[in-house]
C-alpha cells in the first residue's frame, strides 16, 4: 500500500490527538466509530465497519472451526507441542 499523504499531529497531555481535517474527510465522519490497531511500529486508525466486514469472516471461522478443534482428541493431540 502506497503512501498518499503526511501529516503532523501533538499528542496531548491526555493522548489525544487531532486527525487533519483533509485526512478525516471521506473515511471518518462526525460521531463514526473507528478502531485503533497496534501494530509493532506503528498504530492504524480505519474505520470500525471495515474492520467488522473484514473480520467477520475470521469470527464466522472461529466458531464453526471450534466445533471441530475444542474436543478431548484434539486437545490430546496438541498436549506434545
Known amino acids: 500500500m502506497s503512501i ?3 501529516k503532523t499531529a ?3 497531555s491526555k493522548g489525544q490527538i487531532v486527525i487533519p481535517s ?3 474527510k471521506g473515511f ?3 460521531g463514526n466509530k473507528v478502531a485503533v490497531i497496534a501494530k509493532r511500529d506503528y498504530i492504524e ?3 470500525l465497519d471495515d474492520v467488522e466486514k473484514r473480520m467477520s469472516t475470521a469470527i ?3 466458531k ?3 466445533k471441530l478443534w ?3 482428541e484434539e486437545d490430546e493431540a496438541w498436549n506434545y507441542l
Open 4 to 6: 498518499v499523504d503526511i
Open 10 to 12: 501533538t499528542i496531548t
Open 22 to 24: 483533509s485526512m478525516r
Open 28 to 30: 471518518f465522519d462526525v
Open 45 to 47: 486508525i480505519r474505520p
Open 60 to 62: 464466522a471461522s472461529e
Open 64 to 66: 464453526a472451526l471450534a
Open 70 to 72: 475444542d474436543t478431548p
